[in-house]
């Protein structure tokens, strides 16, 4: 019999093999031992995002970074950087107060996931790595990204980067916190994948370097098998999922096991799979406020959205759907009034919940459990949508219980179809 010593010992060694069985090269990283990195010669890179860019939106920067960071690896003059994950604060659709939150990526994701993949580390950490404690930090190069400016008018579509006069007012605000500033701060007029950002790095000797306006870096690929090992590697926070797993269980009777989505113990030995068949309810995902507002002919009116979701239960043989929604009470009140006797669930995030989680945490939810449906519905072009049908196509299900979305009065959009590559 194993003592509980011998099997603490047999996962860590599992954990420091693991590495070396998959298909990255870590050979030369030092973020996976960090005892054998010398401080002295790590170098960090922050990034931030466009203040008016939704969590989804910024999930899906963190890829492209994320890609950058995995190339790195294999460059022996440029390993030894870091990826420092911008904490989460005073999001424009998140309820906040004056004090930002500055929510670490842990209580979202699992960072050991997202460590198979890139090097990354939290803010807090950067903050202890630094050697001057309580003192203030200067980071070496800001660069404020920026599009060039003439882009459609010449068609000069070609990658390039140029330090330029600044276009826009940047605040420079770095992360809210006070105790951080900069003495070098340039505007670099940019348009290319995050990779081209290696001639940045390459350029200079600074120890600490920070990105604004990430979003400007595009996409090594798309799509590809790269694309979507990032995206696998971001797997949830493990208390966010124990919770959604409850919800499922107490009200959807529905399990992994059953549902047959169980997925490996790490994201690296998943495989491809179409035979997912996920709990018996269908899930909406139905995007309120600000889209109502930005596109009322793509939205559709809650009769309409009832209508629809009916259907689809009469087709599948079901009688509860679950609804995440942005809306308001009212508006679930009355989409709840329309499915007259069907069973219509929402999840309603408990108070001690939302002290810790806040709506990143409800939001995340919410996409757990629409992404263990039988059948997904969603809404035309919403971004918190697409990271639910990532995380269908991770999981295994047929493509065409997935790649659905909500019809509007003014017609039904085509949904784009982005399926999973190994
Ligand atoms: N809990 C919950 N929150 C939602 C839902 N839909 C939208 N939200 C909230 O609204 C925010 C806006 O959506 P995001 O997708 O993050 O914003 P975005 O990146 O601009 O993407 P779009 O949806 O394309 O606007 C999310 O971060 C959530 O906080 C939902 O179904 N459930
Ligand atoms: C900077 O301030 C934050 C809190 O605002 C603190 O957590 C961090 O430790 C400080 N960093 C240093 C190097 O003193
Ligand atoms: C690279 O370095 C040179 C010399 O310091 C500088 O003039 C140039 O602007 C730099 N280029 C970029 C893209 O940073």
Redesign the pocket.
């Known amino acids: 019999m194993f003592n509980a010593g011998c099997n603490f010992y047999l996962i860590m060694v599992l954990n420091l093999l693991l590495p070396s069985v998959n298909l990255l090269e870590y050979e030369n990283v030092c973020f996976k031992n960090e005892d054998s990195c010398k401080e002295t010669t790590r170098r960090y890179l922050l990034y931030d995002v466009n203040r008016p860019?939704?969590?989804?939106?910024?999930r899906d920067v963190y890829m492209r970074l994320a890609v950058l960071f995995q190339n790195l690896q294999t460059s022996p003059d440029l390993n030894n950087f870091v990826l420092v994950l911008p904490p989460w604060s005073n999001?424009v659709?998140?309820s906040y107060s004056d004090i930002p939150e500055q929510i670490p990526w842990g209580y979202y994701f699992d960072l050991d996931s997202l460590k198979l993949f890139a090097p990354v580390i939290e803010m807090h950490e950067f903050f202890h790595s630094y050697p001057y404690k309580f003192s203030k930090i200067t980071i070496d190069e800001v660069y404020n990204l920026q599009h060039f400016e003439n882009m459609f008018e010449t068609g000069d579509f070609r990658d390039r980067m140029e330090i330029s006069p600044c276009r826009n007012k940047n605040d420079n605000n770095y992360f809210f916190y006070k105790n951080v500033s900069s003495a070098n701060v340039k505007c670099l007029s940019y348009h290319g994948p995050a990779t081209k950002l290696i001639e940045l790095l390459r350029n200079t000797t600074a120890k600490t370097i920070l990105i604004n306006h990430a979003e400007v870096v595009l996409h090594d690929t798309f799509g590809n098998a790269k694309y979507w090992q990032a995206r696998r590697s971001m797997r949830f926070n493990t208390d966010l999922k124990r919770i959604s797993a409850e919800f499922r269980r107490n009200y959807l009777n529905s399990d992994d096991v059953n549902d047959k989505i169980v997925l490996p113990e790490t994201w690296i030995k998943e495989k491809p799979r179409r035979d997912a068949i996920g709990g018996p309810y269908v899930a909406v995902?139905?995007?309120r406020?600000?889209?109502v507002r930005s596109r009322p002919t793509e939205v559709p009116g809650l009769q309409n959205a009832a209508v629809q979701i009916k259907t689809v239960l009469k087709n599948l043989g079901l009688s509860t759907v679950f609804v995440?929604?942005?809306g308001t009470e009212a508006e679930f009140g009355e989409l709840e009034r329309l499915m007259g006797g069907y069973k219509v669930m929402r999840f309603v995030p408990p108070l001690d919940f939302m002290e810790k989680y806040k709506?990143?945490g409800?939001?995340i939810?919410?996409q757990i459990i629409c992404s263990c449906a039988r059948y997904f519905v969603g809404?035309h072009?919403?971004?918190?949508?697409f990271?639910i049908q990532e995380e269908r196509e991770i999981m295994g299900f047929p493509v065409d219980s997935t790649f659905n979305v909500f019809c509007s009065e003014s017609g039904c959009p085509t949904p784009s179809v982005w399926k999973i590559v190994f």
Request: charged share 30%.
């Open positions: 860019e939704g969590f989804n939106l910024r999001l659709h998140w995902h139905l995007r406020r600000d889209f995440a929604t942005d709506d990143g409800a939001a939810v919410d809404t072009e919403s971004t918190f949508t990271r």
